[in-house]
């Protein structure tokens, strides 16, 4: 099954330009900044495996060996770069991988609200304990729904626009459909179990680390670990976001994704192929293109 992808190309130039979704959501999610994008650069929006309209269909198996190198290979067989490949916190994880793994595909990276490990370990303190992910897994097996709920209200904490924010991603969440249980599982043992420290100075490809000042989730520390240890990065920190920034301080976003698209793109690279690719124009609505309840 083809992975679904929403398409905005409201001046069908410019650059290409893919945005990954975090755990539990769906490409939805990015609807309002792609398409204040969409004026500048070629915008896609993927919904990964088991997520949003890529979910397992009605007599397929659902997938056995759900891993992130898994996610990354369903990415690199459906679109044939060079892209600029912009991650969301587990987004950012798949961008990161890609992007090490496939280097010829991703010209430009963005990572945002994301980090190259989401637990504490011995000498990594900028991350969440074990423990609370292990909560959230365990709790998915009792009421799947309002474990996502809850994750949703931990990412906005402390943001100033917690209450607007968490209550457009609650209307949007679920206008997708529901996440499959497998990719909702899988996803949470990849940000308990990814570890990609190491790789960061294998990375090659310029790089805007962009995280929000009040993220209860990612840590400045962790951003600013991420942007110092890829050679070719720059840290963008919007102070009083949390972890959508996108979301919640979008004029600040915008603002910041532009100044580093804009550098040295004076050669934009050619549009990607997308291979069977289940496409879409997002329908007008916030934060879900189809179906918003």
Known sequence: MSLHVDRYETAGSGAPLLLIHGWGMHGGMWEDAAKKLAQHYRVMAVDLPGHGLSRTMKGEEPVSAFSLDFIVDRLSDQFDGPLTVCGWSLGGQVALRWALRHPQQVERLVLVASTPCFVRLDGWEHALSVEILEEFA?????????????????????????????????????????????????????????????????????????????????PRQAAQYLAGQIPDARLAMIEGAAHAPFLSHPDAFMERVLEFMHDGNSNPPRSPLVRGEATSSPDKGRLGGVGVA
């Open 138 to 218: 365990a709790n998915l097996q009792q009421d799947y729904a309002q474990t996502l709920r809850r994750f949703l209200s931990l990412q906005m904490r402390g943001s100033e626009q917690e209450r607007a924010v968490l209550a457009l991603l609650r209307e949007s969440l679920f206008s997708r459909g529901t996440p499959d249980l497998y990719a909702l599982e899988a996803g949470l043992d990849i940000l308990r179990d990814s570890d990609q420290r190491g790789a960061l100075p294998e990375v090659t490809q310029p790089t805007l680390v962009l995280a929000g000042g009040r993220d209860t989730l990612i």
